[in-house]
């Protein structure tokens, strides 16, 4: 059974970089078949696709998120990484991990708890 | 860009009733669709994916129907751990959730 668990500041200064770290186990990230994803929720609100990268290096990203994200992998630490730059206060979310299965069930099978990650000065 | 939509916002059942949940999809995603439950302060759980297909450990209460653009999530007798938001994803979009409400 794979298991993702978040870790990062739970508090970043507006225009400044987040960044997240999700470590796996029960299983390897470099394992093909599986893309290793990003999502986040606001306060109240529903699920926003942030992005993923696969074993490859091969990385998308949600449009409207484009320009200020990067999503790397360390295969040997078997962790993926997420980098937010130039955070205001809209970007306060609950951000998660999770393993997105796209090739058999179109979804995530599997999902970190979550981090809260307030900005604000 | 397909949007997916779910109509109700909340829906209030009491135990032992069946819910009915539904999503729309603005363009046809096939039998490509899943549900998750979310409950409070929890990650989302994988409950129904190819729009059909119970995940592994989902009671048989649950049950997804639909392809095409309409999708109805069931759940037969409704048990007092199925409060929570309801969830229809596609690709890398999301519904706005229904909230089930005990």
């Known amino acids: 059974q794979v298991q993702l668990q978040e870790s990062g500041p739970g508090l970043v200064k507006p225009s400044q970089t987040l960044s997240l770290t999700c470590t796996v186990s029960g299983g390897s990230i470099s394992s093909g078949g599986y893309y290793w994803s990003w999502i986040r929720q606001h306060p109240g609100k529903g699920l926003e696709w942030i992005g993923y990268i696969y074993y490859s290096g091969s990385t998308s990203y949600n449009p409207s998120l484009k320009s200020r994200v990067a999503i790397s992998l360390d295969t040997s630490m078997n962790q993926f990484s997420l980098k937010l730059r130039s955070v205001t206060a809209a970007d306060t979310a609950v951000y998660y991990c999770?393993?997105?299965?796209?090739?058999?069930?179109?979804?995530?099978?599997?999902w970190g708890q979550g981090t809260l990650v307030t900005v604000s000065s | 860009e397909i949007v997916l939509t779910q109509s109700l916002a909340t829906l209030s059942v009491s135990p032992g009733e069946r819910a009915t949940l539904s999503c729309r999809a603005s363009q046809s995603v096939s039998s490509n669709l899943v549900w998750y439950q979310q409950k409070p302060g929890q990650a989302p759980r994988l409950l129904i994916y190819?729009?059909?297909t119970r995940a592994p450990g989902i009671p048989a209460r649950f049950s997804g129907s639909g392809s095409g653009t309409e999708f109805t999530l069931t759940i037969s007798s409704l048990q007092s751990e199925d409060f929570g938001v309801y969830y229809c994803q596609h690709s890398f979009t999301f519904g706005p959730g229904t909230k089930v409400d005990i």
């Open positions: 999770a393993r997105d299965v796209r090739t058999t069930i179109g979804g995530y099978d599997s």
């Open positions: 190819a729009a059909s």
